[in-house]
Each structure stands twice: as structure tokens, then as C-alpha cells.
């Protein structure tokens, strides 16, 4: 399959290329060039497909034969090895959990997912020049990364996170683990670490010396996997749910769009809403057809921190750029902090259910639309665990969340970073 950039359509690239490169030269946001819909008896007998299997059929086209085809289910069975399960609060309102995976944040899958298909590609070449992802992490990104890569031959992983500004938690998460996985710590916050990461990948001094990659969403490695997800939902609610809506608390867009690639591929789906907290660019887009990129304000929601979220170009264009389509299947609503943690309570006293603040925020845009579309079922993605955001969890619902093993393991472990201050300081250890 081949990928063309959202910048200059006439720049086209493999499949191979664009997971290598992450973004085109020109900056642009790779594309898949044509999407074909699945055969509307795979919908019909999607319950007799096995995790892997369905994974397959999905996601094979976006690939081509760029993966033979034994070597993509490998991927895809080691990349979907636990649980996805939808699980019902309310009469027509479930959650869609996706954090049963290692690091017990939905990025597993698209981390994971990436790690192998660059692996795969790095095996085939026969240069023996290592990739080095190079990611700036406010939480969760990191540590999903961290694990996805570590241990995978002839790549490298440089992990960029602002001190004292990510969790106990995942701090464990992103420099414990050792081998192929490095931590710098960067006096500095969230945003310093993503101006040094995207200055070095123009930093023409670095990149004639090493290859470098990113690993976040725009990857289309790691966004197109997300698309999994909706359809292992649809999957166990076929025969609940006439009509289907999915609300995913959003950041950079990159789970929902992936969503969209689904309901592309003839996924019955009748709506998508994207919640936000109150960094509302795309509410407010919504409303008004008008794009004005802001700075980020922080939240208790905070991998959705984003001002300007690089995945609603993907969206767009799924449209054709055309603003009642996407109106028709798509709508987004923001939510202020104490609208979230009065969910999280709700949630807790009415279903027992412990939500963190993502999924809240989900469960707070369907709640919205149900209200007005009451024949409709209704499913929030549950994007991390509660203990990935222990304190304002506990300090919400006045209860302890119990810590579960994988992240009791990553607690013992030892941290290992190197600080550094300055974008040269950055320089020097990549060259070094
Ligand atoms: C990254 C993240 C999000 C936002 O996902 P996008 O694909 O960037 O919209 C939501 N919730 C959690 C817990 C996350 O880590």
C-alpha cells in the first residue's frame, strides 16, 4: 500500500517509508492512497473471527505485501495478546476497556504494533545502521513506547520527558527497563521536549548521522492499529446495538481517526463524538468552521492536553474536506475538570464503576448524546487505567485503587536517566 502526504499529494510512499520516516520530507502527514471496504459478510460472521484473525482483515490492505502475510499475523497476535473487553454500566451505556495491555494505556497497541513492523524492516535491510525513535512523552506516550521497543534489534529508543512533571508511575515506566530504551529527563516542561524532538529532526548535523523516527500518532504504524479496537467492540455488541455511537476522549485524534478508518471499511457505526476537556480547538471548530490552534492549558485529563491535535488534518480529508459529511458522522464537545471528576463520582456511587479522567470525559460527551439519540447504544473508550492518574482518582472518590502486578513490577525497578537542560546538550548525547 502506498502512503502520500497531506502537504503535496505527489509525494508517494511505501509502506516501509513512511513507518521509517514517520513524516514525509515535506512535513506533510502521511495518507493511506485508497481505502476499500470490507465485504459486508465479514460484519455479518464478525463473531466467528478470532482476535487475530479479524486484526487481519482489517488492517492487511494498509500493508500489502510489504509484510508477508505469516510474518503480519505473528505481529498481530503478539500485539493483541490480552483483553479488550466492552463492558456494561447502564442499560445502553458501556465502556470499551483498552487498558489491559503492559503499560495499562491504550498506546500499547499502536507502540507495539510499530515496534514490530520496524523491527521487521530493520531484520530486512541490509545496512546495519540502527533507527533511533526519538519521542517527547508527557505520560503515557513514554512508557507505551518504552515497552513496545524494548529489546527489538536495530532500534534505538531515545525517550524525552519534562522532570517532575510525569507521575511516579510512569516515570518508572519510561526508565526502568534498560537495553535498547534511554530516558532523558529535561529540565523544562512538556513542550521544551517536543520543540528539541522536532528541531532535531531538521537538524540536518543529526539526521546526515543518524536515522531518526518518531513514534507518536502521526506514525501511521501507530495510528492505523487503533482502528482494531472498534471493530473487537462491534464484535461483542453486534446484537445489542441497532445503532451504534462511540465516544473517544481525544487529545491528538489519532484513536478516533483510526475509529473513522473503521466506519470507512463499512463498520456500522452512526456516530462518533470526540470529548475533549477544555482545550477545545475542535469543539470549537465544530462550531464555528474555523481552525485556531491554541496554546495547551493543563487539566486533570492530561494526555489530552493538546492545542493544536495533528490527527484532525487524517480526519478531514477522510471527508473529503467537506464539512457537512464530517458533521453528519461526527461531533465533539469539551468538558470543564469539574464536570469530570463529578462523572468519575457518578460513575463510582451509581455503577461501581472507578473511571479515570479520560474515560470520564468520554463517558460525559456519550451521556450528552444519548440524551438526545436515546435509541442508540452508546460506548466510551476507557483509554487508561485508574492507577496511571492514582492521586486525583483517589482524592476524587475517596477510595483506594488497588495497584495491579504489571505496575507493582515496574515500581521496583531502578531509574536510570541522563538530565540535560539545553536542545545542544540533546545534540551531544544523540552524536555521542
Ligand atoms: C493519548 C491518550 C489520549 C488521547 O488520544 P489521541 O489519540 O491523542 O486523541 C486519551 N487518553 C489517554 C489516557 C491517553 O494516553
Known amino acids: 500500500m502506498n502512503y502520500f502526504s497531506l502537504n503535496t499529494p505527489e509525494h508517494i510512499s511505501s509502506f516501509k517509508d513512511a513507518v521509517i520516516r514517520g513524516i514525509a520530507p515535506d512535513k506533510g502527514l502521511y495518507f493511506p492512497e485508497s481505502i476499500t471496504a470490507l ?221 473513522i478508518v473503521a466506519f470507512k471499511l463499512g463498520l456500522p457505526v452512526d456516530h462518533f463524538i470526540a470529548s475533549t476537556n477544555i482545550n477545545r480547538v475542535i469543539p470549537d471548530y465544530m462550531d464555528t468552521q474555523t481552525y485556531t490552534p491554541r496554546a495547551s492549558k493543563p487539566t486533570i485529563s492530561n494526555a489530552m492536553d493538546v492545542g493544536d491535535p495533528s490527527n484532525f488534518i487524517r480526519i478531514q480529508k477522510l471527508f473529503s474536506n467537506d464539512y457537512d459529511q464530517l458533521a453528519a458522522l461526527f461531533s465533539s464537545e469539551s468538558f470543564e475538570d469539574d464536570q469530570t471528576k463529578a462523572a468519575m463520582l457518578k460513575l463510582f456511587i451509581e455503577n461501581e464503576y472507578i473511571a479515570d479522567p479520560h474515560g470520564a470525559v468520554g463517558y460525559l460527551g456519550l451521556e450528552s448524546y444519548l440524551e438526545y439519540h436515546p435509541d442508540t447504544y452508546g460506548i466510551f473508550l476507557e483509554t487508561a487505567h485508574p492507577v496511571k492518574f492514582l492521586e486525583v482518582v483517589e482524592e476524587t472518590l475517596h477510595t483506594k485503587v488497588a495497584i495491579p502486578k504489571q505496575i507493582q513490577k515496574v515500581m521496583s525497578g531502578q531509574k536510570k536517566s541522563v538530565e540535560i537542560a539545553t536542545y545542544e546538550q540533546l545534540k551531544s548525547y544523540l552524536l555521542d
Open 39 to 259: 465485504d459486508p459478510s465479514f460484519f455479518e460472521t464478525i463473531q466467528n473471527f478470532s482476535t487475530e484473525d479479524l486484526a487481519f482483515e482489517a488492517i492487511h490492505q494498509f500493508v500489502g505485501n510489504e509484510i508477508p502475510e505469516e510474518e503480519l499475523r505473528n505481529i498481530l497476535s503478539e500485539v493483541l495478546d490480552f483483553e479488550f473487553p466492552v463492558v456494561e454500566l447502564e442499560k445502553n451505556i458501556a465502556t470499551l476497556e483498552l487498558f489491559h495491555g503492559p503499560t495499562m494505556a491504550f498506546k500499547d497497541v499502536g507502540a507495539r504494533f510499530m515496534a514490530r513492523c520496524l523491527g521487521y524492516f530493520s531484520k530486512q535491510s541490509n545496512t546495519k545502521e540502527n533507527v533511533t525513535v526519538l519521542v517527547a512523552t508527557s505520560g503515557d506516550t513514554g512508557g507505551a513506547v518504552a515497552n513496545g521497543f524494548l529489546g527489538v534489534e536495530g532500534v534505538d529508543v531515545v525517550i524525552l520527558y519534562p522532570k517532575g512533571k510525569v507521575s511516579p508511575i510512569q516515570e518508572k515506566q519510561l526508565t526502568t527497563l534498560g537495553q535498547n530504551i534511554r530516558a532523558l529527563e529535561v529540565e523544562g516542561s512538556f513542550d521544551d521536549c517536543q520543540a528539541f524532538v522536532k528541531k532535531a529532526f531538521l537538524d540536518k548535523s543529526i539526521t546526515d548521522h543518524i536515522k531518526l523516527t518518531s513514534a507518536n500518532s502521526i506514525n501511521v504504524a501507530r495510528w492505523l492499529p487503533q482502528m482494531l479496537y472498534y471493530f473487537l467492540a462491534y464484535k461483542q455488541v453486534k446484537n445489542k446495538a441497532e445503532k451504534l455511537a462511540f465516544s473517544v476522549p481525544s487529545g491528538n485524534f489519532g484513536n478516533i481517526c483510526a475509529g
